[in-house]
């Protein structure tokens, strides 16, 4: 049994306090309902509203903590996070359940690491919805892929198929019906034998882009179980694609979020060497 105490920033309902240290909204109200929490060394048993200030207490086993992101920026309309592979955007056992208020405007796929813009309230996710669709955020992912590469930063362009029953989609040379045109920015940032780190930029946003993308040129990413081989994922021990957004810019945010506009965020993968930080 592990044991956490920490101090409430603002008054709020218990479980949301609790969602903000890292539990899911779900395991915080078991907590609740076992007596597991203290409050001021009070244990409480119901999702009771709290003060600023009020000092809690929780116990709980370490298996159950949610450890598959981290809060890299807040303020009251915007989260920025850091996710970590295993975690779903949507729904309630996903990163909307685990943050309270939390409201997904885009999404990783769920072993996609890397920075997320969540929404807190309704106009911030309308804002941020239209800045999305019209490519008013500028994203850039870090990929390790298979076999040396020689990207230079060009935009590769390419038409996209998508099968809504197996979730999997086809990158193509020619256009045909039913197909979708992509673009995409690759650039060659260390490179060996054997893998190469590649620096990625969405032009189009689309279902599995850069992961399909980059195995139509040649240079599937490591670990993809889905876009790469098997004998690759195993030679290189990995289980979850080696795919990750490093980067992100707000270029042009409208009403309440102007005072995004040019602010960047970023947040290197464990996997990418130190020395090549930028």
Known sequence: MEKKIFI???????ANLLSKEGFSYNYASKLIRNKDVKVDDVRV??????????????????????????????????????KKAGIEVEGPAGL???????????????????????????????????????????KKYLAEVVGSSDFKGEIYKAYLVKDKESAFVKIIKNNCKGATSIATGFKTLKSNPSSSIVECQLITGKTHQIRAHLSFLGHAIIGDGKYGKNENNKKFKQKTQKLHCFYIKFNKLNGKLNYLNKKEFICFPTWYPKNNSK
């Open 45 to 82: 048993k119901e999702n009771i509203d709290l003060l600023f200030g009020s000092e809690i207490t929780v116990f709980y086993t370490e298996e159950n903590i949610k450890q598959k992101f981290e809060i890299v920026y807040e303020d009251n309309n915007v989260y920025l996070i850091n």
């Open 96 to 138: 909307e359940g685990c943050l309270p208020d939390a409201m997904a405007v885009h999404r990783l796929d769920r072993n996609t690491e890397g920075l997320l813009v969540m929404a807190k309230n309704a106009e911030a996710k309308e804002i941020l919805l239209n800045a999305f669709k019209n490519h008013e955020v500028e």
């Open 8 to 14: 409430a920033d603002k008054n709020d309902k218990l």
